[in-house]
């Protein structure tokens, strides 16, 4: 029966149901009806990209913003840490101790732009991330212009157990390669 019909294409989120008997006319408009939502749904994916690509965009501001007020004494959950660092890609251990390390850039040439200090910065964070290579995991802010602060911890994912001797590796491994980069 045509209830039937209906029924099953209401099941399966029919956008139109057309009868023979309506004709020509109503099989176009519910082909134009179809085409729209498709439309629509396509414009929906492209802002919902767009969103995300200016989430990603400003995600280390975010990152910086929220690690400044950990150093600032802000008090949290473990639990509100954890999803905070999942939401904001921040590849740390919420419950483990960290290293911290500061470094400052004090040669810059007297000329320097904001986006050319911003660029050697960067440009020290992918040597840093080199040098250190996989032995830590690591995620660092910039403070004051010319300031960096890596926020370390050893890379744990081949955990012998030994905690004390994991950590005690890592800060001869990072003091040997700072002494070595500087």
Not at 12 to 26: D, H, P, Q
Not at 136 to 161: A, C, H, M
Request: proline share 3%; aromatic share 10%; glycine share 4%.
């Amino acid at each position: 029966s045509e209830f039937d019909y209906a029924y099953t294409a209401m099941q399966y989120n029919a956008a139109s149901y057309v009868l023979k008997s309506e004709g020509e006319l109503a099989v176009l408009k519910a082909v134009e009806k179809c085409v729209e939502e498709i439309e629509k749904s396509i414009n929906l994916k492209e802002l919902v990209l767009k969103a995300e690509e200016q989430i990603n965009l400003t995600m280390p501001l975010l990152q910086r913003e929220y690690l400044m007020d950990l150093l600032q004494g802000e008090k949290s959950t473990f639990q509100n840490r954890k999803d905070q660092f999942e939401k904001l890609h921040i590849p740390l251990n919420p419950g483990r101790s960290v290293l911290l390390l500061a470094g400052r850039m004090d040669n810059y040439p007297s000329v320097s732009s904001t986006l050319e200090k911003a660029k050697c910065l960067s440009e020290i964070e992918a040597v840093f991330k080199n040098y250190m290579g996989r032995s830590i995991v690591s995620t660092y802010i910039n403070w004051d212009r010319d300031k960096l602060l890596w926020f370390i911890q050893p890379d744990l994912s081949e955990k012998n157990g030994n905690d004390v001797l994991i950590w005690t590796n890592a800060i001869h491994y990072i003091k040997g390669t700072l002494e070595i980069v500087q």
